[in-house]
C-alpha cells in the first residue's frame, strides 16, 4: 500500500488527522546459512529482505497503547502500567513486550496509536516476529524521545537486544539474537556474518553474477511456541555439559571446533544429543566456508555447502519434514539451481535456492507443481531483494 492509502487506514482506525503521524519499518530476514547455530553461539549469515513490517505511530495523550493491523482489523488496547496483563495475546504481545522490555531498560514508552501492515508471511520462518519487534522498539523510542525532547540516534543493537528479551520473557521463545540482529542492522545488497557470542559482525556484499536466492514457501504454518525449538536447545545445552568434562572452559558449543568434536564425541553418551551436537559444530564450519566462498566469487561451493547444510538440519537435527524436504529434493532437480535449504526454524516455512537467473521462471513452475502434487496445496515464491534495516521513512503524500 502506499503511504497516502496507510494514513487513510490509519485516519479510519484511529480518528483524527494525519497530523503527528510518522511511518518506521523494519524488515523479514532470510538466513542463507547457519542454522540453529546462533543460540549456540556461532555464525550465522543472514540478509535483511525487502519484505518489511511497516508501523504507522502517532502519540497519545493517554497512558494507552493501541494496536491494530491492516489483515486482522482487531483492535487491542493495553495499558502501559498494566503489561504484565496481556501477555496471553494471540496478536499484540510482540509489541506489547518490546514495550514491557523497553520500560525495564529505562526509556520513555509514551501512550500511542500503533497501525501495522506486514508484508512478511507469518509462519514463514522469514520472522515476521523480529520485524513486527523491531518496528515497534523504532517506533516507541522514536516517539518517546521526541516527547521528552531527546535527540540521540537511536542504538540498533539494543533494540536488537530488547526485541529478543521481549520474545524470551514476555512471548516465551528463548530465540538466539540473530533475526532480530539481522532485522536492526541490515545493509542493502550485503548479509551480515554473525558471531551470536559476542555480537561481532561484518558485512558482506552478496554479489550472484548471473544467480538469484529464490525464496520458497511452504506455506505450513509452524510455531516455535510449540516447544520443538525450546527442546532443541535444551539438548544442546545438555550437549554442552557433556563436553565440558574435556573443555571446561567452553561457553558454548561454538567454543568447540571440528577438530576437538571429533576427538572428544564419544562424551555424547546420548545418540540423540550427539546428533543435535554434531549438526551445530559442522554447521559453524559451513558458515565460515561459505563466507569465504562468496568472498571468493566461487558460487558453486558455496551452493554445495548450502545442500549439506540442509541435509544435515534433515537428518541430525531433524527440524525439516516432508514439505521443506519436497521443495528442497524438487529444487536440486532442476536446471541451473547450485543449491537448495531450508531457512529458518524449521517445521514449516521456507527454503532459499540459488537459481540461474534465466532459469528462474522455469523453477518456479516445476518446483510448484511437483509440490502441489506431492503436498496436496500450492508453495508460493519469492524473488525478495536485500534491502535494509529497520528505520524510520519519508512519509509521502
Known sequence: MSHETLIRNFIGYFGGSADGIRIFKAPGRVN??????????????????????????RPRQDNKIRL????????????????????????????????????????RVIGCDLMFDDKVPLGSGLSSSAAIEIATAVALVSLGDEAYGKTKKIDMIEMALISQRAEHNYVGVKCGIMDQFASAMGKKD???????????????????????LVISNTNKKRSLGEGKYNERRAQCEQGLEMLKKAFPEATCLADISRAE???????????????????VIYENQRVIDSVKALKEGNLKLFGELLNQSHNSLRDLYEVTGPELDTLVEEARKQEG???????????GGCTVSLVENS??????????????????????????????GGREVEVEL
Open 68 to 107: 491494530i493491523a491492516t489483515d486482522l482489523e482487531v483492535m487491542v488496547e493495553a495499558e502501559l502500567e498494566k503489561l504484565q496483563n496481556y501477555k496471553g495475546l494471540r496478536w499484540g504481545n510482540y509489541q506489547l513486550g518490546v514495550a514491557d522490555e523497553l520500560i525495564k531498560s529505562g526509556y
Open 32 to 57: 542463507l546459512i547457519g542454522e540453529h547455530t546462533d543460540y549456540n553461539g556461532g555464525y550465522v549469515f543472514p540478509a535483511a529482505l525487502t519484505l518489511a513490517s511497516t508501523v504507522l505511530a
Open 261 to 279: 568434536y571429533e576427538a572428544h564425541k564419544h562424551l555424547l553418551t546420548d545418540d540423540v544429543i550427539r546428533k543435535r551436537v554434531e549438526h
Open 337 to 347: 539451481v547450485l543449491g537448495s535449504r531450508m531457512t529458518g526454524a524449521g517445521f
Open 190 to 212: 550485503h548479509a551480515i556474518f554473525l558471531k551470536c557470542s559476542d555480537l561481532s559482525y561484518e558485512l558482506v556484499p552478496v554479489k550472484l553474477d548471473g544467480y538469484s
Open 359 to 388: 532459469k528462474i521462471d522455469n523453477f518456479i513452475d516445476s518446483v510448484g507443481k511437483a509440490y502441489r502434487e506431492k503436498i496436496g496445496y500450492d508453495a508460493s515464491f519469492y524473488i525478495s531483494e536485500i534491502g535494509d
